[in-house]
């Protein structure tokens, strides 16, 4: 079955960070363009963080300077680095891997950010 999973979500205090990851099964990673998503209760889903295939990266103005994506191609896996992390992250965190028509979406991880 081809699918993607995220891990490494929690709590973390404000000010905290953490990382989330992206990890696939039956596909493989490199070749796809891998996006980070986040929905809020009450809110809708929201793009974060993308990295294209070929390594460019974009931002939400709400997270530049704070998230990071990278990828590990030894590990097929993607990474989202949250650093300076505020209540306003929380959210539930979806990874979503696309290449053409091929879109396959993780089931989330929950982010809380609070003290």
């Known amino acids: 079955q081809l699918q993607v999973a995220e891990s490494g979500g929690g709590l973390v205090q404000p000010g905290g960070s953490l990382r989330l990851s992206c990890a696939a099964s039956?596909?493989?990673?490199?070749?796809?363009?891998i996006s980070w998503f986040r929905q809020a209760p009450g809110r809708q889903r929201e793009l974060v963080a993308t990295m294209a295939r070929g390594g460019n990266q974009k931002y939400a103005d709400s997270v530049k300077g704070r998230f990071t994506v990278s990828r590990d191609n030894g590990k097929d896996t993607v990474y989202l680095q949250m650093n300076a992390m505020k209540p306003e992250d929380t959210a539930v965190y979806y990874c979503n891997a696309q290449m053409s028509t091929l879109n396959y979406w993780g089931q989330g991880t929950q982010v809380t950010v609070s003290s």
């Open positions: 039956g596909l493989t990673l490199d070749r796809f363009g």
